[in-house]
Structures are given as C-alpha cells and as structure tokens.
C-alpha cells in the first residue's frame, strides 16, 4: 500500500474519477451561475452583459439580503450556542437511561427521518391562529391574552422559524455526539472513577474534550445549514411576512423564480457558496485543536 500511495501516477489514476465527477457537479455549475450572474438574464431569452452591477445592487440598495443574511446569521447563532450545547447534554444523558437508552435514541432521532413536508406541516397546525394546540394550550392554563398569529407577525414569525428548524436538526447533531460518546473507551472511565472523579468531572473534562473532532465537524455543518435552509422555511412561511423570514437560500428562489431576475439570483448563489467557503475556513481555523489518542 505504502509503494502504492508513493507512486504519484497511480495516486492521480485512483483520484481521477472522483475529480472529475467533482468538477462536473460542483464547479461547473458554480462556473455556469457566476457566468449568469454577470448578466440581466430573465431566464428565458435574450440577456446582455452587465458586469458586476447584480452584486453591486445587492450591496448598495437591498435591504431584503442583508435581512436574510442576518436570519441565516441568527439560525446559525441559535444552532450553535442553543441547539449543540443541548444536544451534548442529552448524549451524555441517554447512555445512563440503563433499558431505556435504545428507546430514546430513536424517538430523539425520529423527527429528523420524517419527511420535511409532514414536519412542516405539523409546526403550521401547532401555530396556527384558530385551531393551533399552542394558541389553545394558552387558553386552557388561563393565557388567552398571549395568543398570537405566531407565523403573521413579523415579530415573532422569524422566531418561530428558527424553533423548528432547530427542532429539526436536533436528532442528527444528538446521534453524531451520541455516537462520539459511545466511541470513548470504558479503561478511561474505570480509571477515572478509581482517582475519584465524580460521572460529571468524567464526563465534562474527559469526554468533552475528546469530542473535539465531532464538535469541529458538527458545528461546522450546522453553520453552513443555516445559510442553506429553502424547504422548511417555504413551506412554513414562504419567506413572509413582510419578508421577516427571508434567508439567503429562499430570497435567491424568490428572485430567479418568482421575480424572474435570473441574472440577480445566480449573484446571490455566488455570494452564498462565498459565505459558505469563508465560513467553513474560519470555523475550522478557529477550532482547530490537536486531540490525542484513547
């Protein structure tokens, strides 16, 4: 193997078809949409050339990205600092349930492998403003004056997007902790428990830490997600209302489908791979950290 992987011809020969497979599916496409993104293209017809003037309106006079890039900032916010931080402390939770642990771990896991539609549709029964449980949980415990048209109002719709799309995404961030948790050998906890470290100390000074390579990974894809997010909040809101729940992803549909400004959405593409690429440097830059063996 070792005579293999030396031979640079033969370690070019073995990568060659996954390069090519990746150019064809990745960089052409973003070639392709940066091409677009110079024009005034419609969609259909004719275009013209207009250089980087999409990019410069984006910047200049569009209110409506800079209020969906500060959406996927605050879905990130919310992912990483509420949505992991729980997730761990219910991975180290489950394994101490003794006969209840496999039971919980799928009912924690369900919500993520249940199609996005049904989910979705759920959360718009729950808040509903006439027949919703929560509005009607209100009324029962006596809070009627707390009802709200949660997914109408500008001020708390966007808030309730970030709820379910948190709700969503927690069973997988909580099976790859679960699963890193698991994956820590019990020498480590026998002979932590024998210098008299309490399951806490174990778990907080031990575990943590060498969850490490999980954290990097998970916190990483949790913030690229949030700059990705289209169906949920499509099918929760549609970006409404008064545009309160744009995020990058659905603003892009909105303008190349919706407002047919085909030119104008491929820029917002090419802007979201950016913040996606700078992002994924900076996290993993930032939390790089060596992490010894078992």
Not at 147 to 174: E, H, K, N, R, T
């Amino acid at each position: 193997m070792h005579k293999i992987m030396s031979d640079r011809k033969t370690v070019f020969l073995l990568m060659a078809p996954g390069m090519v497979l990746f150019a064809i599916m990745i960089v052409v496409p973003i070639v392709i949409s940066f091409y677009y993104s110079l024009t005034n293209w419609d969609g259909v017809g004719e275009y013209s050339f207009v250089g980087f003037k999409n990019y410069a309106d984006i910047f200049d006079s569009d209110s409506i990205f800079g209020l969906s890039l500060r959406n996927s900032l605050l879905l990130g916010l919310g992912l990483v600092l509420i949505q992991h931080p729980f997730a761990i402390l219910i991975a180290m939770l489950v394994q101490y349930c003794g006969r209840w642990e496999k039971l919980l771990r799928v009912c924690i896991f369900i919500p993520s492998i249940i199609s996005t539609f049904v989910t979705t549709k759920l959360w718009v029964s729950i808040f509903d403003t006439t027949f919703g449980l929560l509005n009607r949980v209100l009324t029962i415990i006596g809070k009627s004056d707390w009802s709200q048209d949660w997914l109408g109002s500008p001020g708390y719709a966007i808030g309730c997007v970030i709820l379910v799309l948190m709700w969503q995404g927690f069973g997988y961030a909580f099976i790859l902790y679960y699963a890193g948790i698991k994956g820590v050998p019990k020498d480590l906890q026998e002979a932590a428990m024998l210098d008299g470290a309490s399951q806490i100390q174990f778990n907080f000074r031990i575990v943590l830490p060498l969850l490490t390579p999980v954290l990097r990974i998970n916190m990483v894809l949790a913030v690229v997600s949030a700059f990705k997010q289209m169906e949920t909040v499509y099918l929760l809101t549609n970006g409404g209302p008064a545009n309160s729940t744009q995020f990058m992803s659905t603003y892009l549909y909105s303008k190349a489908f919706r407002e047919s400004m085909y030119g104008y959405g491929n820029a917002i593409s090419i802007l979201l791979v950016a913040i996606c690429l700078i992002v994924t440097v900076i996290m993993n830059r930032a939390m790089k950290r060596e992490v010894g063996e078992y």
